[in-house]
């Protein structure tokens, strides 16, 4: 390459940079491509990253899964050799007493109606129409299963038309808790000799056979009296926002 090639090549170059320097013309389609390829780039690595935390996420949580279900599972088997067992000493005692309860876990497909947050539509296997159900999530009185056009309804707690025999205190009053559309229960119908206060924690009875004795339902907020009966207001326990799940009471003895 002669001297006046050479010269001509630097000065051609010293040009262009100059250009592309100091012209948005020539700049702005090589910065754009440039925007391009960092963007491509930095979607394609995150969207790596988060299917590989994905997929360690969820074997994580499969595993755990796993173990929690085998926890139940051993639970389980635990409470059937305990029935066994009572049976066992009913029958050896002469006892005409039987434990044969029967629970079952239950999804909930859908609301019954739009803003209507207290009636769920639930999937159950082997269903009898002619019975009222008890429901409960965890360890908490939810509401109660019925029979609406021939499919399975749930009436959380809330629900005017849930109603159940519940026990009060330390004297374990009896009463029936329905719910009033609000947050809080009322328990109706307590004998008035009874002494029931605030903070009186309320129970299932067991005498509907709709739930187990003894299964958690409140606390008591307050107490009036109307027509030689006790009222009670109760906070409940069972407050979850998330139905997905519960457990039926198909069989309490």
Known sequence: MNKGLFGF???FTALFAGAFYYTNIIQTPFISALNNIKSNYHASTEFIQDQIEKHFFQ??????LKN????????????????SEIDSFFTEN?????????VELVRTLSYQKFGDLNRLW?????????????????????GIVVSHEQRALALLNRDIKSSYSVYIGEESAPGIAHGNSTKYLVVKFIPAWYHIKKGDEVITSGLDEIFFKGLK??????V???????????EPYYKANKPNYFHMIKKVK
């Open 122 to 142: 639930l999937e159950v296997n082997d269903f009898n129409t002619s019975r009222v159900y008890g429901l409960v999530y965890k360890k908490y009185v939810a």
């Open 9 to 11: 090549f630097l000065l």
């Open 224 to 234: 009036t009296f109307s027509q030689g009966y006790q009222n009670a207001i109760i």
């Open 68 to 83: 929690k279900l085998k926890k139940y599972e051993n639970s389980e088997l635990v409470m059937q050799q305990l029935n």
């Open 59 to 64: 074997a994580r949580h499969i595993e755990e």
């Open 217 to 222: 339902v409140g606390r008591v907020l307050s």
């Open 94 to 102: 002469n006892s005409s007493l039987k434990v044969d309860s029967k």
